[in-house]
């Protein structure tokens, strides 16, 4: 038999319009009686589940990461119980057998023996950092897609502008194409004007990139990306501010994120915090935070043999974060270590591999300046510029024929006691 871990515990299956709880009662013989019922997700049902969990003296539960519905339940629990909110492939049930209440009891079983593994669920003001965090991530990808419909208006306008300056919405090139949507039958203005000195030079190729025609359709288009790409821009300043605010009691640990060579923005080290948060302790070691982020290799391994075992999917928002400063760190002459780093992986595994590797690198780097409570430290990553030498320098005939051995050379008895 199993051991009973928690002998009073309580399993929920969470819908979107209601709840099915029960709770398992174990006595010393090992026999568990059920007692279930069905709440709705309204607040006030939601105190009632909570009154009842109180009264049967249960105060262990778990329930499903259900969508987003977990967490009204999660937020009237979480004071008084302990919750173990649980990935839907860790208790998925048996297919055909299944239903509301047994999904519900099936939960409970594999609670009361400690055999579900917790998700893990930050404090609520990191929660509310990394709500944020998220969002001002989709208003970004909001602002790139509109400044990529402009790219193509201006493109299929024959305005290539684009293939002259380094960036198509910067000052310059904005001056031109405001004067292009305010006066769309004037081409020949004065572009020298609108340049700032380090453009001067390509004034005439500009010129000729802007000899195209922008149909009244097109600019009319462009208007509302721009106009919508500003109130973007006023947006992510807004959340900014309330993050800003909200990141107060955190400014030491972020200082300490900020100490990295390659995280030079703070809203990136926000970022972070806000996902993984300020407490270590919660992780088993730096691999099962790298293994959570989803930056460690699966395994999958049967009959001795080794299949697939690409990284995971989990770390939706950490990892693409960690792989752009992953990008910048290989590029830091501050600290050479993850470029000659990077390097080495890259010979052998091409760069995709080896810049996941370099991602992995930085996140245990986190997980010990967060566990310590010190800042990054360069002189423990201080190695040499040049890679070390592999290979002796001069080859002894004993090296000479064991590599003619693994060619498939036949090696005479009288050779190899030479």
């Not at 709440?39 to 009632?48: A, Y």
Request: charged share 25%; glycine share 4%; with cysteine.
């Amino acid at each position: 038999m199993l051991k009973i871990v928690y002998p009073i515990c309580c399993g929920i299956d969470v819908h979107k319009k209601f709840v099915v709880a029960t709770i398992g009662k174990t006595n010393k013989s090992g026999v568990t009686e059920y007692q279930t019922k069905q709440f709705s997700t309204f607040t006030e049902d939601l105190h009632r589940l909570l009154d009842w969990l109180k009264s049967q003296s249960c105060k262990h539960v778990c329930m499903e990461s259900t969508g987003k519905y977990w967490h009204p339940v999660f937020n009237i629990l979480e004071h008084d119980c302990d919750v173990v909110v649980a990935n839907p492939k860790y208790v998925k049930g048996i297919r055909g057998k299944k239903t509301d209440k047994k999904d519900s009891i099936w939960l409970c079983d594999l609670h009361k023996h400690g055999l579900v593994p917790g998700s893990f669920i930050p404090p609520l003001l990191i929660r509310q950092v990394r709500d944020l965090m998220r969002y001002r991530f989709k208003l970004i990808n909001f602002k790139s897609s509109e400044k990529n419909r402009v790219q193509n208006s201006l493109t299929v306008s024959n305005i290539m502008i684009s293939s002259v300056v380094s960036d198509t919405f910067g000052a310059s090139s904005m001056r031109i194409i405001n004067h292009i949507l305010d006066h769309p039958d004037d081409m020949d203005f004065d572009v020298s004007s609108m340049l700032h000195g380090k453009m001067k030079h390509k004034t005439d190729t500009i010129v000729k990139s802007i000899q195209g025609h922008l149909t009244e359709p097109q600019a009319d288009k462009m208007r509302v990306c721009l106009d919508h790409i500003d109130s973007i821009e006023k947006h992510i300043a807004d959340i900014e501010s309330v993050v800003l605010k909200l990141v107060q009691p955190y400014m030491p640990q972020i200082q300490l994120i900020l100490s990295l060579p390659s995280i030079k923005d703070i809203f990136t080290a926000i970022s972070i915090l806000g996902e993984i948060g300020i407490d270590m302790s919660v992780f088993v070691s730096d691999k099962h935070l790298c293994s959570w982020a989803g930056l460690t290799p699966q395994n999958n391994e049967s009959a001795g043999k080794k299949k697939s075992v690409r990284v995971s999917r989990a770390g939706v928002y950490i990892k693409p974060l960690l792989v752009q400063c992953a990008n910048a760190a290989i590029k830091s002459k501050k600290c050479p270590y993850f470029k000659i780093r990077y390097d080495q992986i890259k010979k052998r595994r091409g760069h995709k591999k080896a810049i996941i590797a370099i991602a992995h690198k930085l996140l245990i780097c986190i997980y010990h300046i967060l566990s310590k409570n010190e800042p990054f430290n360069e002189e423990l990553y201080n190695t040499e510029i040049k890679p070390k030498t592999t290979y002796a320098p001069q080859i002894t005939e004993e090296m000479a024929l064991r590599y003619l051995k693994t060619l498939g050379y036949q090696i005479p008895d009288k050779l190899t006691h030479v």
